[in-house]
């Protein structure tokens, strides 16, 4: 579980450098400029995100402790908050529609939902570690981002068009199919859906 704990504390370390070492960004961008910051930010997210993914496959080989049991309609629930999810996370890219007004930040809404949704079907203690960590992250950001608004920090999206919802309608439910039928398998080695 080594791995998949380096890549949580690596992926939440670099995440949470603007809010709490602002310092320590802005030197990094002094040095690298801001595309290369951006640049670095990228590769070591990406190499976080990979180690996190191995991590938690090794540690499901491995076996863990099994901290709670679900019951099986838990599962159901986790399926249906992953389709709202996908959703949020394509709204996330486009230009404000009314869900992403409402949201205000909606890839932080569609990474609570991922993690919590996993929560409830998924006991093992790898699996407890992963997704509670993100989601702690996630809360912890959004308060963040909070704090940044109301300094003025950081703006809010502001409606452009009801066309982007169905846009993001269309493609999170195309997102969705793509994980639950093949994605979630190829990359994790568990299907969603017992055919």
């Known amino acids: 579980m080594t791995l998949l704990v380096a890549g949580i504390i690596v992926f939440i370390a670099t995440h949470l450098l603007r809010p ?6 802005a030197r990094a961008i ?3 400029g801001k595309s290369g910051f951006m ?7 990406l190499l ?3 180690m996190m993914a191995y991590g938690f496959v ?4 491995n076996g863990g402790s099994v901290l709670y049991q679900p019951p099986v309609f838990m599962g159901h629930i986790t399926l249906t908050l992953m389709l709202i999810s996908s959703v949020c996370l394509v709204a996330a890219f486009l230009p404000a529609g009314y869900i992403r007004t409402k949201l205000k930040f909606p890839a932080l809404a569609a990474i609570k939902l991922w993690a919590f949704s996993h929560l409830l079907a998924n006991g093992e203690s790898y699996s407890v570690l992963l997704f509670g960590a993100m989601l702690a992250w996630a809360v912890i ?3 963040t981002l ?7 920090e950081a703006t809010l999206p502001v409606f452009v068009s009801v066309t982007y919802d169905l846009i993001a309608i269309v493609l999170g439910v195309a997102l969705y199919g793509v994980i ?6 190829w990359l994790i080695g568990v299907a969603p859906l017992v055919m």
């Open 58 to 61: 090794l540690a499901r080989e």
């Open 146 to 152: 909070k704090k940044r608004i109301a300094s003025g």
């Open 48 to 50: 976080s995100l990979v």
């Open 39 to 45: 640049a670095v930010h990228g590769i070591v997210s």
């Open 141 to 143: 950001l959004r308060i």
């Open 30 to 32: 002094a040095s690298l």
């Open 180 to 185: 639950v039928l093949k994605l979630h398998e």
């Open 20 to 25: 709490f070492a602002p310092d320590l960004r």
